[in-house]
């Protein structure tokens, strides 16, 4: 199983401002990783696959790089709308089992 | 745009079986290169993977629940279920269903909003 350690735990920042979150695996790996923003009472959405990849209709603000044990994810400019619990995933092993980070969460200062 | 949308019971004795369906809305359950599962996310704690399953069947599930897990999927009505026997209190969590990408292990495009389920007598 490839353990996923997000920090920090939580982030309470001021929109505008640029956001780091940070992802790292016991194992390297090389891009099949995704991150996930969830909020309150909602279905997660798929921001990023393929550890740099943009899902559709996600703003070009989120931005993601990464591979071995580190993988970033960095929201170049927050706004009011980014606060929540934010997720890395791993989908690097077969047979599968998929694995999540503990999750950052983004407070909205 | 796919819509999932998770249904059952929202309590659950201890030692009976949660069963959950997901109802797959916007597109067909047929489609190849996709896996539909089950996540869950007890009080206080993060994301766990449960288990999916193909649309010709094939399932895959995580072996820390493989004893007690049935995923199925019923084409017919565009719908996939979770059955999990002998619940105890740690399986009480938010449970979501989901559509994996086939890529490897794979990634999840389109969510539910998930639904409460408590085990408790």
């Known amino acids: 199983e490839i353990v996923l350690t997000q920090f920090p735990a939580t982030l309470s920042v001021s929109p505008g401002e640029r956001v780091t979150l940070s992802c790292r695996a016991s194992r390297s790996f090389f891009s099949n990783l995704a991150w996930y923003q969830h909020k309150p009472g909602q279905a997660p959405r798929l921001l990023i696959y393929a550890a740099f990849t943009r899902a559709t209709g996600v703003p070009a603000r989120f931005s993601a790089r990464g591979s071995g044990t580190d993988f970033t994810l960095t929201i170049s400019s927050l706004q009011p709308e980014d606060f929540g619990v934010y997720y890395c995933?791993?989908?690097?092993?077969?047979?599968?089992?998929?694995?999540f980070g503990g999750g950052t969460k983004v407070e909205i200062k | 745009q796919v819509h999932l949308q998770e249904s059952g019971p929202g309590l659950v004795k201890p030692s009976e079986t949660l069963s959950l369906m997901c109802n797959v809305s916007g597109d067909s359950i047929r489609i190849d290169d996709y896996f539909w599962s089950w996540f869950r996310q007890p009080p206080g704690k993060g994301l766990e993977w449960i288990g999916y399953i193909s649309h010709t069947g094939t399932t895959h599930y995580n072996p820390s629940l493989a004893s007690r897990l049935t995923v199925s999927v019923d084409t017919s009505k565009n719908q996939f279920s979770l059955s999990l026997a002998s619940v105890t209190a740690a399986d009480t969590a938010v449970y979501f269903c989901g559509r994996v990408k086939e890529v490897w292990g794979g990634y999840c495009d389109y969510w539910g909003r998930g639904t409460l389920v408590t085990v408790s007598s």
């Open positions: 995933q791993q989908y690097e092993t077969w047979p599968p089992e998929l694995t």
